[in-house]
């Protein structure tokens, strides 16, 4: 699935992202350990639409904000791309389905905290 590619002088501002079925269940457990990372696969579950980074309150800085959406892409989890100068996180739902049936569900029905 090719994410539609925003450019900007010439330079790709799309992030790289692996084959969900080259993810490990490893990857995608070490990054779901973390509380800040579940709340932002949890709001864009709720939100049932693309987010940006700007648009989920998260009780970090920025600069971890930043890197708390690294893990979640580099896992496979989410899919980011640009829109003017938004950074839009996608949930990649079918594609975790397809390979991991049923995590995210798991993750998004449990209540917090558990």
């Known amino acids: 699935m090719a994410a539609a590619t925003a450019k900007q002088g010439g330079r790709d501002r799309v992030p790289p992202h692996p084959e969900v079925r080259d993810v490990t269940l490893q990857q995608v457990l070490d990054a779901l350990v973390d509380p800040v990372r579940r709340l932002i696969v949890r709001e864009l579950h709720a939100a049932g639409r693309d987010l940006s980074c700007g648009t989920i309150e998260l009780p970090v800085s920025k600069s971890t ?50």
């Open 65 to 114: 904000a930043t890197h708390h959406f690294h893990v979640l892409r580099d896992a496979g989890l989410i899919r980011q791309y640009y829109v003017g100068t938004s950074r839009m996180n996608a949930l990649r739902r079918e594609e975790m389905d397809e390979v991991f049936p049923g995590l995210l569900r798991a993750l998004t029905d449990a209540p917090e905290g558990r």
